[in-house]
């Protein structure tokens, strides 16, 4: 029983300083110091698995068991020495003299490992042996001594840095001037003294580690992961339940009688389900990782691992980023629940998102004392400090919504260029958090960061809903210019009236030009009733389209007149659309042309591209107005003009694939030239072709 105990005990030292040698071989950076305290820790799990491993196979201890313990002290010896050179320049006057002690205790070692040969056999086996377990018990003593010194010389602003691993140390030379003073005044080493020797050195390996963690200038920068520390913390204090209950299932077992192997196993059942409960308890996790933070570290966070987490969940794709904002910044208090309130147009702030939060709908006026608080302070506002001190808040009259709130705790304000962009309301922490400056701090910016993040979705959304209204305007811009042409149509075949109302020709004209603008008129009202439907593509003759364009504008003079170079042309759009684009066209050439001038439209092909011609002898354009002005939407040169109608013309024979090239001088006229793939040929992606740019052709 004894040895299965020791095993556990000095496998269990092993295992620790192990972890802790790997820790320090990372961070080494090449002083001799630094590299004396590694040789140390490794120096002492050699020992220790040394000893778990000749305990297991039933040997005895020893000349080389015995040889690696005084190597351990050695080594312990030799990094308080190294520690202890630079105090001694410094405090000249009290420092112990460390080049005397340097050779003093090498004689004394080398002594000391001749006396652990002896014995170990030899003729002097009944003399060397006490002297052996005499010299043991100096060694202590040299190493309790040279801690005393190194702390007694350090300054006492330092000392909080490394009283953590003079009491380690220091533990582990008490421990063995205890195990050698009894053997000494028994003759015997004891036993469960021995076996307990272990996990004694095993304790000493948290307090080291809080001391390189407190950064003392012999530790060059140590940094020891938090997550390795609570991942560390969490398997050791598991084995140490589990060994707990194992001995108290064994009691039960030896003890029970008839029951003990029933009390056993439901015991150990129970303690098993015990612990699977606390490993996953979100409040036990919390506790841990604040008592890690607190004990173990300068401040509370690791700001890189917060800051990479914090930034990741506010960046994950997807919605839901109100509850992503308040879990992020939750999970640096330890807080379980929250409300998201941002503040709207309407001067109020409303609730936005919530998580693992439940209570009324609410909004609070952005005008109220409450919010004027926290866009003039910008504090963090601890509901708990508030109710015991108003006076440090200006004793501003809380919410009544807030009050109902039974576990709210804290109101993070959400700043954004100076204003109150809302704020975030969370619930009690899992674990008690000392709300110090540090924590106040990284709240703040954590809040302002989530703001950033909030703020750039609500421009996103009103951005997306301008663009659709956009849109619709868009449309209706281009409705409007319609309805427009239909208007001047029928107000000149109103003023033609008068004068040619008796001409049969006249009246079957109007006839058919007021059939034309109600035909005109229903497609504009369907596409009011249909708002933004795909347009619906099929084959058009387009000997057919442009006769049907023709027609639409004899009313006016001078009349156009269409010349078919190539008959059976067919072009895949949409026909009112294309007829409308077309007539555009044609109308901006009849009023740019005197009426004694000439307005001709001619229709062919080249290749596999249908040409659509149109030239008037009308006054014709500048280079400059055609670069800068024809093609831009609002600019016309027309008195009611609304100058859509050319760039509506552009961006769809775009759309479709094709291309739409000016040739104008002034006085002389312009030409107009629409190049259209014809169906059955490879053609450009409409969605792709309407963002082209393609080039205008000028002649001057």
Request: hydrophobic share 50%.
């Amino acid at each position: 029983m004894l040895n299965s105990v020791a095993t556990f005990s000095y496998g269990l030292a092993a295992l620790a300083f192990l972890l802790l040698t790997a820790m320090l071989l990372g961070k080494w950076r090449g002083r001799l110091h630094w590299l004396s305290l590694t040789v140390a820790c490794a120096a002492t799990t050699l020992w220790a698995a040394t000893i778990a491993v000749t305990v297991a196979l039933g040997l005895q201890l020893g000349f080389w068991v015995q040889t690696l313990e005084i190597v351990r002290g050695a080594a312990w010896i030799i990094f308080l020495l190294m520690l202890l050179h630079p105090l001694e320049r410094e405090n000249a006057a009290s420092a112990v003299k460390v080049k005397p002690y340097v050779r003093a205790i090498s004689v004394f070692l080398l002594l000391l490992l001749a006396l652990t040969m002896l014995a170990n056999g030899g003729a002097l086996h009944s003399f060397a042996g006490p002297v052996n377990t005499l010299g043991r018990v100096a060694l202590a003593v040299i190493g309790m001594l040279l801690v005393e010194q190194l702390f007694r010389n350090t300054a006492e602003q330092e000392r909080w840095s490394i009283k953590f691993a003079c009491l380690g140390i220091a533990g582990l030379f008490v421990y063995d001037f205890y195990l050698y003073s009894d053997a000494m005044m028994f003759r015997a080493v004891n036993g469960e003294i021995l076996a307990a020797r272990g996990v004694v050195n095993a304790l000493t390996v948290p307090l080291l580690m809080i001391s390189l963690t407190r950064n003392p200038k012999w530790t060059l920068g140590i940094l020891v992961s938090r997550r390795v520390l609570f991942h560390s913390a969490t398997l050791f204090g598991s084995a140490v339940y589990l060994l707990t209950m194992a001995a108290a299932g064994y009691y039960l077992r030896f003890f029970g009688g008839q029951w003990g192997t029933v009390l056993q196993v439901a015991f150990l059942f129970g303690a098993g389900i015990l612990l699977v409960i606390l490993l996953f308890s979100g409040s036990v996790r919390a506790w841990l990782r604040v008592f890690i933070s607190k004990h173990f570290y300068h401040y509370n966070y690791d700001y890189r691992e917060e800051w990479i987490r914090f930034t990741r969940a506010l960046s994950e794709p997807g919605p839901g980023l109100g509850e992503r904002a308040i879990q992020a910044v939750a999970q640096l208090v330890e807080s379980g629940a929250g409300t998201l309130f941002i503040s709207r147009d309407n001067g109020q702030c409303e609730p936005v998102a919530r998580w693992n939060a439940k209570f009324d709908d609410t909004c609070e006026i952005l005008s109220s004392p409450f919010c004027r608080f926290l866009q003039q302070k910008q504090w963090v506002i601890d509901l708990q400090d508030y109710k015991l001190h108003p006076e440090k808040y200006d004793n501003i009259p809380m919410p009544l919504w807030l009050k109902d709130i039974s576990r709210a705790w804290l109101v993070l304000p959400l700043m954004l260029h100076g204003r109150l962009f809302g704020f975030i309301v969370l619930e009690q922490a899992r674990s008690k958090i000392d709300l110090n400056w540090e924590v106040l701090d990284l709240l703040k910016i954590a809040a302002s960061q989530a703001a950033s993040y909030l703020a750039q979705q609500e421009s996103a959304n009103a951005l997306m809903v301008a663009r659709q209204f956009e849109s619709f305007n868009r449309m209706s811009t281009f409705m409007v210019h319609d309805l427009k042409n239909l208007v001047a149509q029928l107000s000149l075949l109103m003023a033609n009236a008068e004068k040619h109302k008796h001409k049969p020709e006249f009246q079957k004209d109007m006839l058919e030009t007021i059939e034309h603008s109600v035909q005109k008129m229903k497609l504009l009202l369907q596409k009011l009733s249909r708002g933004f439907e795909a347009e619906h593509l099929s084959a058009l003759a387009m000997e057919e389209l442009l006769q049907r364009a023709v027609e639409s504008k004899s009313p006016y003079e001078p009349k156009p007149v269409l010349q078919i170079l190539q008959r059976g042309i067919l072009v895949n759009a949409n026909r009112e659309r294309l007829e409308r684009v077309i007539g555009h066209i044609i109308q901006n050439a009849i009023e740019a042309t005197p009426r004694d001038g000439n307005v001709s439209i001619r229709l062919g092909k080249h290749g596999s591209t249908a040409l659509i011609e149109i030239e008037d002898s009308g006054v014709g354009m500048t280079e400059e107005f055609i670069r800068d002005k024809l093609f831009s939407p609002f600019e016309s040169t027309k008195v009611a003009g609304m100058g859509i109608g050319v760039f509506e013309t552009r961006e769809y024979i775009r759309q479709l694939g094709g291309s739409l090239e000016v040739h104008s001088r002034p006085s002389l006229g312009t030409n107009f030239k629409i190049s259209l793939p014809m169906c059955g040929t490879d053609s450009v992606d409409p969605q792709t072709a309407i963002q082209a740019e393609q080039p205008q052709k000028v002649t001057s």
